[in-house]
């Protein structure tokens, strides 16, 4: 944290620099400066992007293979109020495309595991994100579709920080695209035809038969139990290392820019000055 507070004083010390001496008495330009000399002492107004950081590392991929070449991909959705961009098997996150003037950006989901339906990949579970009031993370389930091309159709909250993405691909057109059990390995192809003729012998109810296939699918990685989540969290230390290593390298960028600006400052000065002493 020394490094962070000897740039922070360092940055200061900038500051003062290129504010002192800034004010000018109001004079007729000689020569107009060029724009890209404007936009750059703009620069001095902006703010370094905001970095998130998320609670927990995603999951493995997993899930039909013609899918796994999305991993690595984003895809950019926006409606009135917020941009959201998915990034499949990584995370989703929001940010208000609104309010100019510190706008809220917050992780929606990490990714975690599969919604299996009627031996079919429904959705994509995204969890553990951004903190919501003061005991819940935002989730979200990202439901897939057929369609022409690759695209985040929508983002909404049926449910207070559960949010609901429509996610199409021709990834998963065709009868068979996201069927669950040709995708198995076959000693559970096996337990699941065993489970099949338990619940058709009668020996298993509904809900024993979905737990032991909930088994099967936690066995393929399909699903992720409590402890497997939980291992995926990061700790505290881990979180607070990143925000140091992520302010001191955002400290030293700052302090590059106004080194920058410095200097085309006093650039212009020099040249308004030698203009000046020209017309008179």
């Not at 620099?17 to 724009?35: A, D, F, W, Y």
């Not at 400290?251 to 203009?275: G, T, V, W, Y």
Request: proline residues 4%.
């Amino acid at each position: 944290m020394d490094g962070i507070k000897a740039v922070v004083l360092y940055i200061s010390l900038l500051l003062q620099l290129t504010g002192s001496g800034s004010e000018m008495v109001p004079m007729r330009v000689v020569n107009e400066l060029p724009s890209t000399s404007y936009s750059s002492l703009q620069k001095l107004d902006t703010k370094a992007e905001e970095k998130l950081l998320a609670r927990m590392k995603p999951a493995n991929v997993s899930g039909p293979e013609h899918l796994h070449g999305l991993a690595g991909k984003c895809f950019t959705y926006r409606d009135a109020k917020y941009e959201y961009v998915l990034c499949p098997f990584s995370n989703i996150t929001q940010e208000d495309i609104q309010v100019y003037y510190e706008p809220y950006k917050g992780i929606l989901g990490v990714w975690s595991d599969w919604t299996i339906e009627n031996n079919t990949f429904v959705a994509m579970n995204m969890i553990e994100g951004s903190r919501c009031g003061e005991d819940r993370q935002r989730s979200t389930k990202v439901k897939l579709s057929c369609g022409a091309h690759s695209e985040l159709l929508e983002v909404t909250e049926p449910e207070k920080c559960r949010y609901l993405a429509k996610f199409k691909t021709p990834l998963v057109c065709g009868a068979n695209a996201m069927v669950v059990y040709p995708r198995l390995p076959e000693d559970l192809q096996k337990e699941w035809d065993e489970v099949e003729q338990d619940k058709q012998d009668g020996y298993l109810t509904e809900k024993g038969y979905q737990k032991q296939l909930a088994a099967i699918f936690l066995k393929a990685g399909l699903y992720l139990s409590p402890e497997a989540k939980k291992s995926l969290l990061l700790k505290a230390s881990d979180i607070t290392d990143q925000n140091c290593k992520d302010a001191l390298e955002a400290a030293l960028q700052r302090a590059s820019e106004l080194e920058e600006d410095l200097k085309l400052k006093e650039d212009i000065i020099k040249e308004l000055e030698k203009n000046k002493n020209n017309v008179l």
